[in-house]
Nanobody, 126 residues
Framework: QVQLLESGGGLVQAGGYLRLSCAASGRTLSRYAMGWFRQAPGKEREFVAGISWASTNLYYADAVKGRFAISRDNAKNTVYLQMASLKPEDTAVYYC???????????????????WGKGTLVTVSS
C-alpha cells in the first residue's frame, strides 16, 4: 500500500552538493521511521541516515557524518537527504526506506525495513 519514489540523483563533481527527496504515496510517513541506505558497485547495502517520525532523533553513518543531513516533512509525506562535500566513494544507488521501529535500530544494524524505494543513482566524479 506504500510506494516510495526517490528523486534528485545525478552526476556531480567531487566537493559538490545534491539533495535527494523521497515522496511517499498511500500511507502517511507520520509515526514511521524513515531513512536512506546506499549500495555501491560490488558492495553490500549500507545504512546512511535515519530519522524518527517526529524528527527528534537523527542518525548518521560515520562515513557521512558532518556532510549529510536528513530531514522530513510529514505534512508533505516527504523525506530529504542533503549531501554536501561529496566524495567519489559516495557513488552509489541511494534507497529510501520506511520501517516501524526506532531509527536507532537501523544505526545498530538491527532494524526492520517494510518498504523500499526503487533507488536513485548518485555518481561523484573525481
Amino acid at each position: 500500500q506504500v510506494q516510495l519514489l526517490e528523486s534528485g540523483g545525478g552526476l556531480v563533481q567531487a566537493g559538490g552538493y545534491l539533495r535527494l527527496s523521497c515522496a511517499a504515496s498511500g500511507r502517511t510517513l507520520s509515526r514511521y521511521a524513515m531513512g536512506w541506505f546506499r549500495q555501491a558497485p560490488g558492495k553490500e547495502r549500507e545504512f546512511v541516515a535515519g530519522i524518527s517520525w517526529a524528527s527528534t532523533n537523527l542518525y548518521y553513518a560515520d562515513a557521512v557524518k558532518g556532510r549529510f543531513a536528513i530531514s522530513r516533512d510529514n505534512a508533505k509525506n516527504t523525506v530529504y537527504l542533503q549531501m554536501a562535500s561529496l566524495k567519489p566513494e559516495d557513488t552509489a544507488v541511494y534507497y529510501c526506506a520506511q520501517g516501524p521501529n526506532y531509527a536507532s535500530s537501523w544505526y545498530n544494524g538491527q532494524g526492520q525495513v517494510d518498504y523500499w524505494g526503487k533507488g536513485t543513482l548518485v555518481t561523484v566524479s573525481s
